[in-house]
């Protein structure tokens, strides 16, 4: 079962503001309660999350992960989700107390420190291929522009697709 949620974690972390978040209704449903509970339970100790651990969607950008993660939007809900940083999601940890939360919580964090592990691989394997490019001469160039290109991470905003 824990391997299941790691595998489920890492689909459910999104970039948003440049930050790895997760929403509050995937939170709620990995903890087993209902979305309105968690965020009655965060707005009771709001002082515990600050701008930096938990936001809450613009109507545009709820609507651009409503688009990538297939919801409805005719859902029900009435206002815009709530995102929670890597802190934030530790916060909750305090919040809520269940033996449930408390070992969901642990598997959170557990995908939140794989996600940063794989970034950093990738700028360790950028390093070894600029000390590559160092050693052969110019005619391999092409192939380690091409390499790096192909590594970078999108810095530009996606366009809309549709009308």
Do not use: W
Not at 88 to 106: E, F, Q
């Amino acid at each position: 079962m824990v391997k299941i949620i790691k595998y489920n974690l890492v689909t459910l972390i999104h970039h948003v503001r440049g930050q790895k978040v997760i929403l509050d209704n995937d939170i709620a449903r990995l903890y087993e309660v209902e979305v309105k509970n968690l965020n009655r339970a965060v707005k009771r100790n709001l002082n515990r999350f600050p701008k930096d651990f938990m936001f809450q969607l613009t109507n545009q950008e709820a609507k651009i992960l409503r688009c990538q993660i297939g919801t409805s939007k005719r859902g029900g809900r009435r206002y815009n989700p709530y995102a929670f940083t890597e802190q934030g999601v530790a916060m909750l940890s305090g919040v809520l107390t269940s033996p449930k939360a408390v070992r969901v919580n642990i598997e959170i964090m557990r995908a939140f420190v794989e996600l940063r592990r794989m970034i950093d691989s990738n700028k360790e394997l950028l390093t070894r291929i600029e000390k590559l490019e160092e050693k052969y001469d110019a005619k391999f160039q092409i192939v380690f522009e091409a390499i790096k290109e192909l590594m970078k991470e999108d810095e530009k905003p996606r366009s809309k697709i549709g009308f």
